[in-house]
């Protein structure tokens, strides 16, 4: 029964985009699509994503099991069965391979965000929900604009109430995070003193996620050209853990380890939220947003790694569903500088001059991020 199903209900899908793309073709504003998700909302079709996005070329060979999607903004490439892509040669890794089903291609998530993010050229709006994949495409793409930083919203990690992780002698993540942002804030003031500031806390006192995200968003008001930084300790039960990584928001994974920094982080979320803020959580992300703080966190995580001179070693650029990352309506990075878990690292984090050097690492990449382009 299931297998005369499926293509049914693929032939009505495929109707239903047709009519959707001919309707769009005389409507000024952009619809939202919904396209189903499979294997239990982990796989999408390639048949149902075909019709809506015609620049993208698909090729494949079968003696070699290999798969492309490109577009002339990259390449993707991918072997079946395998939990590895490419994109521009670079090796990325995901939870789930690309499988083919009654003939037909199911790519996971993690590709399909990873099409959304590198090669279109316009911006998106997507959500994956429960069974469904939620898509929002304009009917003009908006062009290309030149990165410009033109406010910095500086997120120290925890505060008051809530400490954060602690080492075995009790410092506690919330001090290490306030003070590496006001060395951040002051370092920014100095070199570069027509960038807007603006720090979330800036004593030891306890701030809601959801308040955070919202307080930076009020700077949108003024300029679309923000970006906020959120700083943060790992932890682990393993005392030999060591490094930092730098994330950017999304709503798959990249690793089962990055599910629980996000998990860990997004604790202190408070039981009754605001209305407003909760709108904006529920809202589809932003390809070009997601891009943007995708090539921030590469930026900073290249010249961090070189400040740190081995010091602390990098455990790269990773993607997770942070609360704090996910209401902000900008280009967005969260940094784990370290594991004050780590007797050795919590020792560096708590070094003035090793703070100082954390900040200046930043404000490397801040730069390098917003002399690239887009």
Excluded: W
């Excluded at 019709?51 to 492309?68: A, M, R, W």
């Excluded at 406010?151 to 602690?166: C, E, F, L, M, V």
């Excluded at 990055?258 to 979320?269: D, G, P, Q, S, V």
Aim: some cysteine.
């Amino acid at each position: 029964m299931e297998k005369n199903y499926l293509p049914f209900q693929k032939r009505l899908i495929g109707l239903f985009l047709f009519l959707f793309i001919l309707f769009r073709s005389s409507s000024v504003f952009s619809e939202t699509v919904k396209l189903p998700l499979y294997g239990n909302g982990g796989f999408v079709s390639l048949v149902d994503l075909n019709p809506l996005f015609p620049e993208l070329k698909f090729s494949s060979k079968e003696s070699t099991l290999v798969g492309s999607i490109q577009s002339p903004q990259g390449k993707i490439s991918f072997r079946l069965g395998s939990s590895f892509y490419t994109l521009d040669s670079k090796i990325n890794k995901i939870s789930k391979p690309p499988l083919v089903k009654n003939g037909d291609l199911y790519l996971p998530a993690d590709i399909v965000e990873a099409v959304f993010l590198n090669l279109l050229s316009y911006d998106l709006r997507y959500k994956f929900k429960d069974k469904e994949l939620l898509l929002d495409i304009p009917k003009e793409p908006s062009p290309k604009r030149n990165i410009n930083v033109k406010a910095i919203i500086i997120d120290a990690g925890h505060g008051g109430k809530d400490p954060g992780t602690s080492d075995a002698a009790g410092n506690f993540e919330k001090n290490v995070s306030l003070s590496v942002a006001r060395y951040l804030y002051l370092y920014l003031r100095k070199y570069y003193p027509e960038i807007r500031l603006l720090m979330t806390r800036k004593t030891d006192h306890f701030v809601e996620l959801e308040d955070r995200s919202k307080l930076a968003n009020t700077i949108l008001k003024d300029t679309r050209d923000s970006i906020f930084i959120s700083l943060h300790c790992n932890a682990s039960l393993n005392e030999k853990a060591d490094g930092f990584e730098i994330y950017y928001l999304s709503q798959s994974p990249s690793t089962e380890q990055a599910r629980e920094t996000a998990l860990l982080e997004n604790k202190f979320i408070a039981p009754h939220s605001h209305k407003a803020v909760a709108a904006i959580q529920s809202q589809m992300l932003s390809s070009v947003t997601q891009r943007r703080s995708k090539k921030l966190a590469e930026s900073i995580e290249s010249d961090y790694d070189k400040g740190m001179e081995a010091s602390i070693t990098s455990r790269g650029v990773k993607k997770a569903d942070f609360s704090v990352l996910r209401g902000s309506l900008m280009p967005a990075v969260l940094i784990e500088m370290g594991y004050l878990t780590s007797p050795t690292e919590s020792k560096i984090l708590q070094d003035k001059s090793f703070q100082k050097k954390i900040a200046r690492s930043i404000i490397k990449g801040i730069h390098k991020y917003a002399s690239s382009k887009d």
